[in-house]
């Protein structure tokens, strides 16, 4: 008997998956990873676009930032901080203002991301706002600089 009822909702499940997975359809979009390390620190953002996103704070796909540890780096949009910032695709060019602390003076500070991740993406820049440097992202895949000032900010722009 419980035999019969364990199978039984073996079998549902299956077909739940099964059925749900035969309706699923994906989202046209893209999204990448950029991780900021200095030390054994680091800190891992995500950012991108999506058909089903909206400009600001989205709060079915971006995820707060919880700041603390030797490294801190997130998106600011508004007065909100965050971890995973997904913009729509309407309106052109979008941007991800990047904040990197951190209170280790004097050591590197290194972002990394996959280039891999951009390839549905337009043209991906980033900008360091203190230097002027704008690294194309889809032709390399880190950027470093000396934490001398423990803030440094960034732009990031996606452009179609």
Same mark, same amino acid.
């Given at each position: 008997?419980?035999?019969?009822?364990?199978?039984?909702? #073996?079998?549902?499940? #299956? #077909?739940?998956?099964? /059925?749900?997975?035969?309706?699923?359809?994906?989202?046209?979009?893209?999204?990448?990873s950029m991780t900021a390390t200095i030390s054994t620190a680091e800190n891992k953002l995500v950012f991108g676009q999506r058909a089903d996103a909206r400009d600001g704070l989205d709060a079915r796909l971006d995820v707060p930032?919880?700041?603390?540890?030797?490294?801190?780096?997130?998106?600011?949009?508004?007065?909100?901080?965050?971890?995973?910032?997904?913009?729509? /695709?309407?309106?052109?060019?979008?941007?991800?203002?990047?904040?990197?602390?951190?209170?280790? %003076?004097?050591?590197?500070?290194?972002?990394?991301? %996959?280039?891999?991740? #951009?390839?549905?993406?337009?043209?991906?820049?980033? %900008?360091?706002?203190?230097?002027?440097?704008?690294?194309?992202? %889809?032709?390399?895949?880190?950027?470093?600089?000396?934490?001398?000032?423990?803030?440094?900010?960034?732009?990031?722009?996606?452009?179609?």
């Amino acid at each position: 008997m419980w035999t019969n009822k364990i199978y039984a909702c #073996l079998m549902i499940s #299956l #077909l739940a998956a099964a /059925f749900g997975a035969s309706i699923a359809h994906a989202v046209p979009g893209w999204e990448a990873s950029m991780t900021a390390t200095i030390s054994t620190a680091e800190n891992k953002l995500v950012f991108g676009q999506r058909a089903d996103a909206r400009d600001g704070l989205d709060a079915r796909l971006d995820v707060p930032a919880m700041l603390g540890g030797d490294i801190q780096a997130y998106f600011a949009e508004g007065s909100d901080t965050l971890w995973r910032d997904i913009k729509g /695709f309407h309106g052109g060019t979008k941007s991800w203002d990047v904040r990197i602390t951190s209170a280790i %003076k004097n050591k590197p500070v290194v972002l990394r991301w %996959k280039p891999e991740e #951009l390839r549905d993406a337009g043209t991906v820049t980033i %900008k360091d706002t203190s230097t002027g440097t704008i690294v194309n992202m %889809k032709e390399a895949s880190t950027y470093s600089y000396i934490n001398t000032t423990g803030t440094r900010d960034f732009t990031i722009e996606a452009a179609e």
